[in-house]
């Protein structure tokens, strides 16, 4: 079973993000009362796939996901991202 079938099987409405390289930027799965399941990507994991596999430097990887991803709204289920600071 792949994480994308997991996920499936969970709830077929999650919202991935396009691109199965993105994946391996998966954490898991974000619940709590009240609000839909959202699946939660690692920041730092998304921009890695954007320099990889989408040939950006680290700037372009930045500002290409606070405008196309992070906070794109793409309904209840929208993805969420873990952002951990360098303390």
Known sequence: MTLRDWLACRDPELILL???????AIVGVVSGSGMEDRVLYS????LQVLRDHHGMDHLEAVEWF???IGYAFVGDKSP???EKPDL
């Open 43 to 46: 920041q730092d994991g998304v």
């Open 66 to 68: 606070d405008h196309n």
């Open 18 to 24: 396009d691109g199965e390289e993105f994946d391996a």
């Open 80 to 82: 969420a991202f873990l």
